[in-house]
């Protein structure tokens, strides 16, 4: 088992100053995810590079007003990493640019593939199902072989610290916990509305305000204020005294929002709307399966019996931990290392059955105590990588 993880940065500033200590410190890596992503771009969501820059000229405006703060670190990435700031401003909305040529895609009865959305099992586990009461998030995020990710703890001016994963090059971060025991793990979700035209506010926006706040209420609101371009899952968790805590998820669509909340003491979700007509959308490529249109690719096939699978699996995992219902960390490990359905399973592999670009896997897997305020990362999936510990 590989013993590696996640570069770390310890930074203590904010702005255009956090973002210029990352892009030095990450500069390479950077390079790299530019590179890659805007390969992506092309040959996964058919944009070529003049389209990609003209939609980040049109998005970068409405960004800067939205969160001069976010827009002043990306400005720092790409000047400390020395790429153009465009460039790096596609990597920050690439969200948006991929997750509306893949609805785009997965809507079209052309025979073409549709794109993955990407494949996360996310969960938390509350004081009352924890045996040692503590309140814990944890997933694998399932993406692009080969991204670079780092590991950031920031101390910011007012104290909070935050300690989360992120992409090389892209600010603030996407999964982590922060000192006031605020928590955050993500799903991508696919929507016949998505349109990074609306030019909400961003979903790594978005994760970055969640991860910047104090309260579970705070977390909340910026999961779900203003107008949103595209759909996203965000389960969100906040640790209280001792053996209190809670957790709350949120599948949020551009026009709606709907909560749920933990069942038995559980939280589970991956890639799939609980309930989409309730938000007023359509799955485009799960309900292009159901109802046998449009291409008849093994890959619908793979992701429409991946995400149910991995989202049950997960809850019947933690649901039978071996001490019961009360739930330790090994039991989290060892749902995040199943193999049922490999290689669609949790522990996600490439799969050779796909075209190469379709091949994802388990980039990282994240186990979080808030109570504690320490996370533990495996970079790359937890059946072949030891999980490394870090304090918030």
Not at 194 to 204: A, E, K, Q, T, Y
Not at 211 to 218: G, I, R
Not at 224 to 238: K, V
Not at 276 to 303: H, K
Request: hydrophobic share 45%.
């Amino acid at each position: 088992m590989s013993e590696a993880g996640f570069p770390l940065l310890r930074l203590a500033d904010a702005g255009r100053d956090l973002g210029l200590a990352h892009g030095r410190a990450c500069r390479d890596l950077i390079a790299h995810n530019l590179a890659l992503y805007f390969r992506r771009f092309a040959e996964e969501a058919e944009l070529p590079r003049d389209e990609v820059l003209r939609r980040v000229g049109v998005y970068w405006e409405a960004l800067t007003a939205q969160s001069p703060e976010f827009a002043a670190i990306v400005e720092g990435i790409a000047e400390g990493a020395g790429q153009a700031l465009a460039d790096v401003a596609a990597l920050n909305l690439r969200y948006e640019l991929l997750y509306t040529e893949f609805s785009r895609i997965g809507q079209a009865d052309t025979g073409t593939l549709p794109a993955p959305a990407g494949d996360c099992t996310a969960f938390a586990v509350l004081p009352a199902a924890a045996a040692d009461a503590h309140l814990w998030l944890g997933q694998n995020w399932d993406w692009v072989p080969g991204i670079a990710g780092v590991l950031q703890h920031i101390t910011c001016p007012d104290g909070l610290r935050i300690l989360s994963f992120t992409e090389a090059g892209i600010a603030g971060g996407k999964i982590g916990v922060n000192s006031a025991g605020v928590g955050l793990v993500v799903n991508g979700l696919l929507s016949n509305e998505d349109d990074w035209s609306r030019l909400g506010r961003p979903f790594h926006l978005r994760t970055w305000e969640i991860l910047c706040s104090k309260t579970l209420d705070e977390a909340v609101g910026a999961a779900t204020r203003g107008a949103r371009s595209c759909s996203a899952n965000f389960l969100i968790g906040q640790a209280g005294g001792p053996g209190q805590g809670t957790a709350v998820d949120l599948e949020t669509a551009p026009q709606a929002v709907c909560v749920h909340d933990p069942v038995g003491g559980i939280l589970v979700h991956a890639n799939h709307f609980f309930d989409a007509e309730r938000l007023g959308v359509r799955q485009p490529i799960v309900e292009q399966r159901r109802r046998g249109v449009g291409s008849p690719a093994a890959w619908l096939v793979f992701w429409t019996r991946s995400t149910y699978h991995r989202c049950g699996r997960m809850e019947r995992l933690l649901a039978s931990a071996p001490t019961g219902r009360l739930i330790g960390l090994e039991a989290m490990q060892t749902a995040l290392r199943d193999h049922e359905e490999y290689p669609e399973s949790i522990c996600r592999h490439p799969n050779p059955a796909l075209p190469e670009a379709d091949r994802y896997e388990t980039v990282a897997s994240v186990i979080m105590d808030l109570h504690a305020g320490r996370l533990l990362a495996a970079a790359g999936p937890p059946c072949t990588n030891a999980y490394q510990e870090y304090g918030v």
